[in-house]
């Protein structure tokens, strides 16, 4: 095979995305350039690279194949210009970090605060959910990513660096709201409204739930922090989420958070790497960072 780096580059990206108009978006061509690079590969393998599932495009058994090996590849590249400039002493390259999509609340801001700080740093964050978080930690996709609940099932190193402070929250002519301590039993009387099945947030409150002997069932399920906040105004239900999601709306009053026993709930945000996979200069320098002054950092935003 005669493969160029950038035909792995555009693969990788395909499969990735399962997409080529969303591919081609990542990298700035049109979508029939990246479609014949794709085309080519194709060729040069002999077999099909894709099969396709509805509008989703899945790598075939030789594509997952293809799909490893310019990981691999592209990944020991990258590795090589790390090296290089951590020999050059320079605090350099890029610094990929997944986090999921509670996170965005923050992380944009810490890495703002991070890259002021060293602007050779080349930061790239993606906001996902939780399902394609563990997705792109399986494939050593991110130096570092940002979750509110470790990761099981894989080698993994798991840093505690912030607190996720949970509230009930309500809209201000709830019945509840200015009521207190409500006990948990007549919150669970009321609608309660869940982010989906996977969701941090979501585990933490029902396992407060559970531990005081209550079953609730979501009266609706809803796929972000943004949704949750809308439907919780339209007096759909009671929401439950992290205080940073909810700075602008409860100092204008849009929302109250309610005095619920045994709430709030402080968990962690934990910045996950693989175990078997040394971090970058930058990467270890931003871990470094956030520990110190996550904090301090994320307080500006409240």
Same mark, same amino acid.
Request: charged share 20%; net charge neutral; glycine share 8%.
């Given at each position: 095979?005669?493969?160029t780096l950038?035909?792995m580059?555009?693969?990788?990206a #395909?499969a990735?995305h399962g +997409?080529f108009?969303?591919?081609?978006q990542?990298?700035?061509l049109?979508?029939?350039a ?10 040069? #393998?002999?077999m099909?690279l894709?099969?396709s599932?509805g509008r989703?495009?899945v790598?075939?058994? %030789?594509?997952?194949?293809? $799909?490893?090996?310019?990981r691999?590849?592209?990944?020991r590249?990258?590795?090589l210009?790390?090296a290089?400039?951590d020999?050059?002493? =320079?605090?350099?390259?890029?610094l990929?970090?997944? %986090? ?11 890495m &703002?605060?991070f890259?002021r700080?060293h602007p ?5 964050? +993606? ?5 394609n978080?563990?997705?792109r930690?399986?494939g050593?996709?991110d130096?570092? /990513?940002?979750? &509110? ?5 894989l080698p ?6 912030l607190?996720n402070v949970i $509230?009930?929250?309500?809209a201000? @002519?709830?019945p509840?709201?200015?009521r ?5 039993? =007549?919150l669970a009387?009321?609608?309660? !409204?869940?982010?989906? !099945?996977?969701?941090g947030?979501?585990?933490a409150?029902?396992q407060?739930?559970e ?9 609706m399920?809803?796929?972000? @922090?943004?949704a949750i906040k809308?439907?919780?105004?339209? &007096?759909?239900?009671? &929401?439950?989420? +992290? ?6 709306e409860?100092?204008t009053?849009?929302?109250?958070a309610l005095?619920?026993?045994?709430f709030p ?5 934990y910045?996950?790497?693989?175990a078997n996979?040394?971090l970058s200069?930058a %990467?270890e320098? /931003?871990?470094a /960072?956030?520990k =110190?002054?996550?904090t301090?950092? %994320?307080?500006?935003?409240r």
């Amino acid at each position: 095979m005669h493969t160029t780096l950038q035909q792995m580059r555009l693969y990788e990206a #395909v499969a990735r995305h399962g +997409s080529f108009t969303r591919a081609a978006q990542e990298v700035n061509l049109s979508q029939p350039a990246v479609s014949i690079q794709v085309k080519r590969l194709e060729e040069q #393998v002999g077999m099909p690279l894709f099969d396709s599932i509805g509008r989703t495009l899945v790598p075939t058994p %030789a594509g997952e194949e293809l $799909l490893a090996a310019s990981r691999d590849i592209l990944g020991r590249l990258e590795a090589l210009d790390v090296a290089l400039d951590d020999l050059r002493g =320079d605090m350099a390259g890029p610094l990929r970090v997944a %986090a999921v999509t509670t996170a965005k609340y923050f992380m944009p801001h810490l890495m &703002g605060a991070f890259v002021r700080r060293h602007p050779k740093v080349r930061p790239v964050l +993606s906001v996902i959910n939780r399902a394609n978080l563990l997705e792109r930690l399986a494939g050593h996709q991110d130096d570092l /990513f940002i979750t &509110g609940r470790i990761p099981g099932g894989l080698p993994v190193k798991a840093v505690p660096f912030l607190d996720n402070v949970i $509230l009930p929250i309500a809209a201000p @002519d709830h019945p509840l709201a200015g009521r207190g301590p409500i006990p948990l039993t =007549d919150l669970a009387e009321q609608r309660i !409204l869940k982010r989906e !099945l996977g969701s941090g947030t979501r585990s933490a409150v029902e396992q407060a739930f559970e531990e005081a002997g209550l079953t609730v069932a979501p009266f609706m399920e809803l796929g972000s @922090d943004e949704a949750i906040k809308q439907a919780v105004q339209a &007096g759909l239900g009671i &929401g439950f989420l +992290s205080s940073y999601c909810l700075g602008p709306e409860l100092q204008t009053g849009r929302l109250v958070a309610l005095d619920v026993e045994g709430f709030p709930l402080t968990r962690q945000w934990y910045a996950v790497q693989r175990a078997n996979r040394p971090l970058s200069r930058a %990467a270890e320098a /931003f871990l470094a /960072f956030m520990k =110190d002054e996550a904090t301090v950092q %994320a307080a500006m935003l409240r």
